[in-house]
Antibody, heavy 119, light 110 residues
Framework: EVQLVESGGGLVKPGGSLRLSCGASGFTFSTFIMNWVRQAPGKGLEWVSSISSTTAYIYYADSVKGRFTISRDNAENSLYLQMESLRAEDTAVYYC????????????WGQGTLVTVSS | QSALTQPASVSGSPGQSITISCTGT?????????VSWYQQFPGRAPKLIIYDVSNRPSGVSNRFSGSKSGNTASLTISGLQAEDEADYYCSSDTDSSTPVFGGGTKLTVL
């Protein structure tokens, strides 16, 4: 069974940093493109970042470019999101999601971890 | 990276059919056939229900169908059931090789 479990969320002050983790199991993590998608309270989904299986290709949304860094450890079956210079508008539930190439879609999502940026 | 445009809400009675539109541009929906739809219940993670415009993953009811014309994609739910009440999001690949989501549509089953 495919499982994605996010962790690392919490309350942080504006300008602060946080590192999110996503542990994967039930599939060959090293062969899949992985993504972070966030959802602000009461709002819609916003794609944040994606990383290819070998880390050769990395993309960011304009809203986080230069502040967030996506990475992965294929030996540990883990995906990460290092978030710096956090702003109030970064407050959201952050989901990690697996991209399945043949479907060209995000076919499995974690349960999400809440990040709250507030003084 | 502007969000795709969806109606904020739609409603229908049990047994009816409803359609949710998703409008983009030639840089996303119009130029790509990688349109997907996600269903989300309150407090839960999104679930993939349509991929590649009109294909259903295994286990998704055939009451859900998708289509595309020009820069607009559509999700149709036929034989509406109370359990279909949820938020629905479209997504498309873009010329930037990154995905973009719609703003979401809240479906109410009357």
């Amino acid at each position: 069974e495919v499982q994605l479990v996010e962790s690392g969320g919490g309350l942080v002050k504006p300008g602060g940093s946080l590192r999110l983790s996503c542990g994967a199991s039930g599939f060959t993590f090293s062969t899949f493109i992985m993504n972070w998608v966030r959802q602000a309270p009461g709002k819609g989904l916003e794609w944040v970042s994606s990383i290819s299986s070998t880390t050769a290709y990395i993309y960011y949304a304009d809203s986080v470019k230069g502040r967030f860094t996506i990475s992965r450890d294929n030996a540990e079956n883990s995906l990460y999101l290092q978030m710096e210079s956090l702003r109030a508008e970064d407050t959201a539930v952050y989901y990690c999601a697996r991209y399945r190439g043949p479907l060209n879609a995000l076919d499995y999502w974690g349960q999400g971890t809440l990040v709250t940026v507030s003084s | 990276q502007s969000a795709l445009t969806q109606p904020a809400s739609v409603s229908g009675s049990p047994g009816q059919s409803i359609t949710i539109s998703c409008t983009g541009t030639s840089s996303d929906i119009g130029g790509h056939n990688y349109v997907s739809w996600y269903q989300q219940f309150p407090g839960r993670a999104p679930k993939l229900i349509i991929y590649d415009v009109s294909n259903r993953p295994s286990g998704v009811s055939n009451r859900f169908s998708g289509s595309k014309s020009g820069n607009t994609a559509s999700l149709t739910i036929s034989g509406l059931q109370a359990e279909d009440e949820a938020d629905y999001y479209c997504s498309s690949d873009t010329d930037s090789s990154t995905p973009v989501f719609g703003g979401g549509t809240k479906l109410t089953v009357l």
